[in-house]
Structure formats: C-alpha cells, structure tokens
C-alpha cells in the first residue's frame, strides 16, 4: 500500500466513449476528474477496425482513431488520463477508497464507474487470429454486419442475443448460417421461431465450431463439426460472428454494488445512480441490453451530470 493518500473530486474507472465522455463533462464542470483508462486504454471501440454508426463522422473512423480523439478532448478540457486500473475498492463510507494497480490509495468524493463489459469469444487460436487481424470476426452484428452486405455469414450461438444478432444480419446478407452447440435453443420460443422462419437463416443444430479459415487475412470459410455424425463441413463465409454473450468487467465492486444475476451494474432508472451515493456508472457496465458507442457515452454525460449535483447537494 501507498504511504501516501490522493484525494480526487471524481474518480472515473476506465476508458472507452462512457469513460472519455463522462471525463469531458466532468471536467467542464470542474470537478477536476482524474480518469484512468484500465487494462484496455479506449475499451472494446479500439479492437474496432471501422465505426461508421457514430453521428458526426460522415466518412467512418476507425475504433482507436476514435478513442485517441475523445481522449485529447477530455485533456484539452483539463481531464487527467491516467495509466492504471482499479484493483480494490472500498464504498463502505461516505470517502470512497480505491486502489489503483494494488499501490496507490484514492480517497474520492465521487467515483464514475464506466469499466465496461468484454465479449466472450471460442478461443480458438483461428478466431483470435482474425479477431486480432480485423478481417472478418466480430462480436457485434449491429456495428459491424453493415460490411457484409450481400455476403455469407456465420453467428454461433443459441440465446436471445444470438437470434437477434442473426435476424439482423438476415436483413443485410444473401445467407446467414446459425450454429447452435447444442440441441436446443437458448432463446425464448418467440426468439427461436423469428429465426426458423426467416427463409436466409440455415440453422445448424448439434455443431461446433472447429476452425475459422481464411487467407490469413481475411476470411473465406468456417469448419463445423456436426457432433451426431462426426462429420467436419466446410461453411464458405467472409464473416464470422460470435454471440455467446458478454461479462460485464464488474467484480472488484461486487461486494458492494448491487450487480444482476450476470454481474452488470444495477442503476436507478433514467438515472446513473448506483445503490452507493457518490458512486455512478457508465456504459457497457450497466448495459446488457444496446451496447453501442452512442449509448455508452450518452450515459457517461448522464454519470457527470448526476455527479454534479451530487457534489452540489453536498455544498
């Protein structure tokens, strides 16, 4: 532990457009907000080769082009970026103590929670290797199946989220194939029978996936094993989507804010309060249900403002 104590007025945990957004208006009101940006600086935007659904980029930008320029507003308002990520709180009292990287203590008047939520993917080394290359495998139909006009696709997956995603892309390509692990679906009856009805989803019952091919640049096909016959088949696709669900990055706060049954943040309805005063969220942390660029930093302007005049009321 730190021998010395910093005192913050607003603490913001973590990056990303909740993060950088919250860290603008806060610093506009100043509340002198020191942000610091966590394991993965910018968040899920910057594993984002094209963002071309954010208002005010008519010709797209790229998901770290994005986060660099949110970042430098946030500095040039006076927010103070910091490397580092929160390893340990305490919102037992009215001072809410954090500790960043296990070494520094913070003792913070209001703490902005914006920590995000990360997709849960295969891990086969395939998959990773064209998730890292940005050539053709995605956790977000709605960001990204815009670049798959008129292609074939794969989604694996079986819940809500996974049929949603796949109706979604029914709607943009000539062929969306459904692999589902097991023999039944997941998703609610009324999920299921959207997508068995849509005459351009091929559903695939009992498979695995095996391995995501391609040229080493992009993608060209998936490999599924059919685990009645035992038979590998080869899907041609130039997209692959995973939708296996998402963790929301939540648990060094478990013991004192009250999270969901999948461990998202529970706000206060149409606002960012938590159970804890002074304690806030922001983005994907709390948001199981749209997950998009927009919505995290409309909620990171709310987490500011809620902020404020938290600090206000105090006065």
């Known amino acids: 532990m730190s021998d010395t104590i910093e005192k913050i007025k607003c603490l913001i945990i973590?990056?990303?457009?909740?993060?950088?957004?919250?860290?603008?208006?806060?610093?506009?009101?100043?509340?002198?907000?020191?942000?610091?940006q966590g394991m993965q600086p910018g968040g899920q935007l910057t594993t984002t080769n094209e963002v071309e659904n954010f208002p005010g980029y008519v010709d797209g930008v790229t998901g770290p082009e994005m986060m660099i320029q949110l970042q430098e507003q946030a500095k040039r308002f006076g927010a103070d970026i910091r490397d580092g990520w929160a390893t340990k709180v305490d919102f037992s009292g009215d001072i809410h103590k954090v500790w960043i990287n296990d070494s520094i203590e913070l003792h913070c008047e209001t703490v902005i929670i914006s920590t995000g939520a990360s997709a849960k993917y295969l891990g086969l080394p395939s998959e990773q290797h064209y998730l890292n290359m940005g050539g053709g495998v995605s956790a977000c139909a709605v960001c990204d199946g815009f670049f798959y006009r008129n292609q074939e696709v794969v989604i694996v997956g079986a819940g809500d989220s996974a049929c949603e995603e796949a109706h979604y892309l029914s709607k943009l390509c000539k062929k969306v194939t459904m692999l589902v692990r097991s023999e039944k679906f997941r998703a609610s009856k009324i999920m299921e029978a959207r997508?068995?009805?849509?005459?351009?989803?091929?559903?695939?019952?009992?498979?695995?996936?095996?391995?995501?091919?391609?040229?080493?640049?992009?993608?060209?096909?998936?490999?599924?094993?059919?685990?009645?016959?035992?038979?590998?088949?080869?899907?041609?696709?130039?997209?692959?989507?995973?939708?296996?669900?998402?963790?929301?990055?939540?648990?060094?706060?478990?013991?004192y804010?009250?999270?969901?049954?999948?461990?998202?943040?529970?706000?206060?309805?149409?606002?960012?309060?938590?159970?804890?005063?002074?304690?806030?969220?922001?983005?994907?942390?709390?948001?199981?249900?749209?997950?998009?660029?927009?919505?995290?930093?409309?909620?990171?302007?709310?987490?500011?403002?809620?902020?404020?005049?938290?600090?206000?009321?105090k006065e």
């Open 14 to 36: 973590g990056s990303g457009p909740a993060g950088y957004t919250a860290a603008i208006y806060a610093a506009r009101a100043n509340m002198n907000p020191v942000l610091y």
């Open 257 to 313: 804010i009250n999270l969901d049954e999948t461990g998202y943040i529970i706000n206060t309805p149409g606002t960012s309060n938590t159970n804890v005063a002074g304690v806030f969220v922001a983005g994907d942390a709390a948001d199981h249900v749209y997950r998009q660029a927009i919505t995290a930093a409309g909620t990171g302007c709310m987490a500011a403002l809620d902020a404020e005049r938290y600090l206000a009321s």
């Open 195 to 255: 997508v068995r009805k849509t005459e351009n989803i091929e559903i695939l019952m009992n498979h695995d996936t095996v391995e995501v091919v391609g040229d080493n640049q992009v993608v060209h096909a998936i490999k599924a094993l059919n685990k009645t016959t035992g038979e590998v088949i080869e899907i041609p696709a130039t997209g692959f989507f995973v939708a296996i669900g998402h963790k929301p990055n939540t648990d060094i706060f478990k013991d």
